[in-house]
């Protein structure tokens, strides 16, 4: 048996607060007991959101509310550009496609911030577009994107809406829905929020609902103006995964307590020092617009990811997340969100240098450590 | 809300494991089914105690089976060795006065090991002297005891028992009841067996047994008469503490699991890290002969200790202990023991890091941790 830190990026560990509330007995999803819960929810999530519009719960990881950003806005055969650059880009091109839709896709390169020159292009030239999908943190390549001079250009075509998927950023690093004009913003439970997964969270604007409106395509489960019905008496469509609203609750309120500026600004020390760090190991960042959500490190050449992943596991009882796909055994990904701190950060440091000693990639014991610890606490 | 690290010598704490456990529902102490848990655990705890002794479980905190070490061993007026090397030395001479016994207190100073020529002349020259109460780690100063050499000393003395304090010690450094000739060790629940406090334990040997056959002193709760009675059926006097008497069943397979011996080199390293790191910090260690299960560093001059632990508590989530008595505001104390591991002790040293540069006495950020991560994972 040994102590257990998660660093994957989603899920993280939960706070003990949070767990013993949704350890009590459940409650009934129709309950005026249980509706005023989901009526704070709500009202919290606006604010970590930072929007007045409409935002839902879904009982459904992330992806269901990326197909509900789909499903509810476009109809067949309608054209969407998708920016993707990582694996969770290419899951909107993926949804997009499964509905008979037509992605226009624009790569700006893995770990590449997207060229808003290029967007802004490709929607003069097809004004038949209706919406854009964006990312705020790709997962994937550990990169975040200039949301907010997107949501500036595309405010500016008044047939399409700005979706952005939000789920591995909101709450790590700033995002204001509201200011930067984004119309969809979907998220997850078990990232920033700190919550086991299984919940999904969409905002929706004035301009998404006219979209929405005249949407064709089939839906049922995501339908989202079956959840602005309900939500009339803050009540849900379907039955609602209770305890995990009643945690997210806990941890709404505790995120409302910290503050979203100061919890960005926590998130931005935690992945300098792990840039740092990396560098004072003679490592680089695979990102070049690395996010503060998570940091992808390069592992030296000839040293396999995944068993150093595994081996991070199972000797220290560290999780973090290898690559995907074209990445695979190459990174490891740290993620700086949740229920972690500064001694969380050190500790993971630490682990890395020691197991790459352990692979003969020497490296001083501490170096990293010590350049972590001056930027998480020096002057 | 922030992240809690417990390094106090005791409590520390939990597993989850063990916190699952105890979360069961209760069943009652007089079923079939406790007393088979009863039996296992008595059983493992003879393993813990390194013995073939009793051992029987008092619900009642270490005191209380301090206590049971003396009013079952002494008579009215009898005399008896205390070697009081700080304030839990100092307990058993409360104790030993309370019911109206003598005793003769061998005081090495605070932070001493003990002179073993000393007792052994004491015991010549009061042939009269029924038991010698001695400790295995006074946690007030952290330090550590001749155990084995005076349990050598006393096996000579056939009308004389060894009696030890392991409430702090024992699981986290060697000590071996039988081997070491101790007639009567006790042990606590919320040290290095990492549970909640509320349970003591205490081994009598068949020399000890003798002496509790003619001991005269009023008693009712703590006889070990009754208990060993009761322990005939693997049962208890009194109403036990269930749910951690569960918990002790977990935490005693843990430590099986793990075997002793390499829970003392653990300690050890633990231990020897702090030091070090202390070392680096330019700070020295008050014990002349440290314990490896908890360290007193001395604080420097003009830092208040009082202050600085509540400032890490505060601050950081992390609690260690100050100073007792005369070393009040003087040292700060940090447990080895219990549910932690490398990387809590990298994190407590770089706490201390960073408080003491808050304190205006500067230390190169990361020196300390350095030195302990070369401890811990160095070759």
């Known amino acids: 048996m040994m102590k257990k830190r998660l660093f994957t990026p989603g899920p993280i560990s939960v706070p003990e607060e949070v767990l013993l509330e949704m350890?009590?007995?459940?409650?009934?999803?129709?309950?005026?007991?249980?509706?005023?819960?989901?009526?704070?929810?709500?009202?919290?999530?606006?604010?970590?959101?930072?929007?007045?519009n409409d935002v839902f719960i879904i009982a459904g990881s992330g992806t269901a509310a990326m197909e509900a950003a789909v499903v509810n806005v476009l109809s067949p055969g309608e054209k969407a550009i998708v920016i993707s650059g990582g694996k969770f880009g290419e899951r909107f091109v993926e949804i997009v496609k499964a509905y008979g839709c037509i992605p226009f896709v624009i790569e700006p390169g893995w770990g590449n911030d997207v060229d808003i020159a290029i967007v802004e292009q490709t929607l003069k030239q097809n004004p038949d577009i209706k919406a854009v999908y964006g990312t705020l943190v790709e997962t994937s390549t550990a990169t975040a994107y200039n949301i907010k001079g997107l949501g500036k250009l595309i405010?500016?075509?008044?047939?399409?809406?700005?979706?952005?998927?939000?789920?591995?950023?909101?709450?790590?690093?700033?995002?204001?829905?509201?200011?930067?004009?984004?119309?969809i913003l979907v998220s997850g439970?078990?990232?920033?929020?700190?919550?086991?997964?299984?919940?999904?969270?969409?905002?929706?604007?004035?301009?998404?609902?006219?979209?929405?409106?005249?949407?064709?395509?089939?839906?049922?489960?995501?339908?989202?103006?079956?959840?602005?019905?309900?939500?009339?008496?803050?009540?849900?469509?379907f039955t609602m995964a209770v305890s995990l609203v009643i945690g997210?609750?806990?941890?709404?309120?505790?995120?409302?307590?910290?503050?979203?500026?100061?919890?960005?600004?926590?998130?931005?020390?935690?992945?300098?020092?792990?840039?740092?760090?990396?560098?004072?190991?003679?490592?680089?960042?695979?990102?070049?617009?690395?996010a503060d959500a998570v940091t992808a490190i390069i592992l030296p050449e000839g040293i396999d990811g995944e068993k150093f992943c595994s081996d991070l596991r199972k000797e220290f009882g560290m999780s973090v997340a290898g690559g995907q796909d074209r990445l695979k055994g190459k990174v490891i990904r740290i993620s700086h969100f949740g229920?972690?701190?500064?001694?969380?950060?050190?500790?993971?440091?630490?682990?890395?240098?020691?197991?790459?000693?352990?692979?003969?990639?020497?490296?001083?014991?501490?170096n990293g450590v010590k350049e972590a610890m001056k930027v998480l606490f020096g002057n």
Not at 33 to 46: H, R, Y
Not at 155 to 180: M, Y
């Open 339 to 366: 229920w972690q701190d500064e001694f969380d950060t050190i500790s993971v440091v630490a682990a890395i240098e020691i197991m790459l000693n352990k692979y003969n990639f020497r490296v001083e014991l501490g």
């Open 248 to 290: 997210l609750n806990k941890s709404l309120e505790i995120i409302k307590q910290k503050g979203l500026e100061n919890l960005w600004k926590i998130h931005r020390k935690r992945a300098l020092a792990t840039r740092k760090a990396a560098e004072a190991m003679g490592l680089k960042i695979f990102s070049k617009s690395p």
């Open 23 to 52: 350890a009590k007995p459940i409650i009934h999803h129709r309950t005026p007991e249980f509706l005023e819960i989901a009526q704070k929810v709500v009202e919290n999530l606006k604010y970590f959101f930072q929007t007045k």
């Open 155 to 183: 405010s500016d075509f008044p047939e399409t809406i700005f979706v952005v998927d939000g789920i591995s950023g909101l709450g790590a690093v700033e995002c204001r829905t509201d200011d930067w004009n984004i119309d």
């Open 189 to 237: 439970s078990q990232k920033a929020l700190s919550l086991p997964p299984g919940l999904s969270f969409i905002s929706v604007s004035e301009k998404a609902w006219r979209k929405i409106a005249s949407s064709k395509l089939p839906k049922y489960y995501l339908d989202l103006k079956k959840y602005k019905k309900a939500m009339e008496k803050f009540d849900f469509p």
